[in-house]
């Protein structure tokens, strides 16, 4: 299996419902690694730039709002298969179909404030990492 690395967000409504630790919590347990990691209030150009791929969405505009509506936890996480692992950590977009004991499933208030974002594909997650961490931000994490 491909070691991987991934972004994770912590959204706005994970920051403010105090959800940061019960979200790493999460990806360490599952044996994720945090090899990079900021706290971060986006712009509008960072956020549209983001999610260019939904601009030509009706909820293009909510999505921007509401990323930019307060600090973000950004993280780059390493491990095997990475990228599926954390969107099975996270569950499902909508959190009325997100699997029980997952983070959107526990504290997800609608599809919009989702509480969490995850890469969905190796391309994405190397657009993803690199739009918010240069080379430089990504750190050699072993397990001991
Ligand atoms: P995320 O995984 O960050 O990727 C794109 C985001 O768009 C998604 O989570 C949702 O928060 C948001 N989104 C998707 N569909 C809708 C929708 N129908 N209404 C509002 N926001 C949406």
């Given at each position: 299996?491909?070691?991987?690395?991934?972004?994770?967000?912590?959204?706005?409504?994970?920051?403010?419902?105090?959800?940061?630790?019960?979200?790493?919590?999460?990806?360490?347990?599952?044996?994720?690694?945090?090899?990079?990691?900021?706290?971060?209030?986006?712009?509008?150009?960072?956020?549209?730039?983001?999610?260019?791929?939904?601009?030509?969405?009706?909820?293009?505009?909510?999505?921007?709002?509401?990323?930019?509506?307060?600090?973000?936890?950004?993280?780059?996480?390493?491990?095997?298969?990475a990228i599926a692992r954390n969107r099975d950590i996270m569950g499902a977009t909508d959190p009325k179909n997100a699997a029980p004991g997952t983070i959107r499933a526990d504290f997800a208030q609608s599809i919009g404030e989702n509480t969490a974002h995850g890469s969905d594909a190796p391309e994405t997650a190397a657009f993803e990492t690199s739009w918010f961490f240069a080379g430089t931000e990504i750190n050699k994490v072993v397990r001991r």
């Open positions: 299996m491909a070691i991987e690395r991934t972004l994770s967000i912590v959204k706005p409504d994970g920051v403010w419902n105090g959800h940061i630790g019960d979200c790493v919590s999460r990806f360490e347990k599952a044996g994720l690694n945090v090899v990079a990691m900021k706290m971060k209030t986006l712009s509008r150009a960072e956020a549209e730039g983001f999610y260019y791929v939904h601009r030509e969405r009706k909820f293009f505009g909510e999505l921007v709002d509401f990323m930019t509506s307060g600090p973000c936890v950004l993280m780059i996480l390493e491990g095997e298969n």
